[in-house]
């Protein structure tokens, strides 16, 4: 999925910047979709990617989101500690121990303008580094 074109596409129907991270070539996406008339309000713009290791990070950019919105994209995990990533502030949830954490092994979240930025996946703590810092580097 060329994610960057569908950014371009959808960056006209919201008012703030849309995350479109440049990233090396060997990360590749298979899903990004704006998400708009959600049932919580919330408008969603969502990529999923697969890194060079074969594991997955989806991005979800949630506008004007609120703290519920929130706690539902991190499975109501609380936050297990802080890093700084690119100039921002990430927020960190590790499931990594739990039984079953699926596609929320491990999260990284963070405010950016009116957008809370959600990470969250099965990867390396360096993948998530790089796609955390790649995001930072493209916020206005």
């Given at each position: 999925?060329?994610?960057?074109?569908?950014?371009?596409?959808?960056?006209?129907?919201?008012?703030?910047?849309?995350?479109?991270?440049?990233?090396?070539?060997?990360?590749?996406?298979?899903?990004?979709?704006?998400?708009?008339?959600?049932?919580?309000?919330?408008?969603?713009?969502?990529?999923g990617?697969?890194?060079?290791?074969?594991?997955?990070?989806?991005?979800?950019?949630?506008?004007?989101?609120?703290?519920?919105?929130?706690?539902?994209?991190?499975?109501?995990?609380?936050?297990?500690?802080?890093?700084?990533?690119?100039?921002?502030?990430?927020?960190?949830?590790?499931?990594?121990d739990?039984?079953?954490?699926?596609?929320?092994?491990?999260?990284?979240?963070?405010?950016?303008?009116?957008?809370?930025?959600?990470l969250?996946?099965?990867?390396?703590?360096?993948?998530?580094?790089?796609?955390?810092?790649?995001?930072?580097?493209?916020?206005?």
């Amino acid at each position: 999925v060329d994610y960057r074109a569908a950014g371009a596409a959808a960056q006209s129907d919201v008012a703030d910047t849309l995350v479109i991270p440049d990233l090396p070539a060997d990360w590749t996406a298979n899903r990004a979709e704006l998400a708009t008339g959600t049932a919580d309000g919330v408008v969603r713009w969502e990529i999923g990617f697969l890194t060079p290791g074969g594991a997955y990070i989806g991005l979800v950019q949630g506008i004007d989101a609120n703290p519920s919105w929130l706690a539902d994209q991190v499975a109501n995990t609380r936050a297990s500690g802080n890093v700084q990533l690119g100039g921002l502030d990430w927020a960190t949830y590790d499931r990594r121990d739990a039984a079953d954490p699926g596609n929320l092994a491990y999260a990284l979240t963070t405010v950016s303008g009116a957008s809370t930025i959600v990470l969250g996946g099965t990867a390396s703590d360096q993948e998530f580094a790089v796609l955390a810092t790649a995001i930072a580097k493209g916020r206005p």
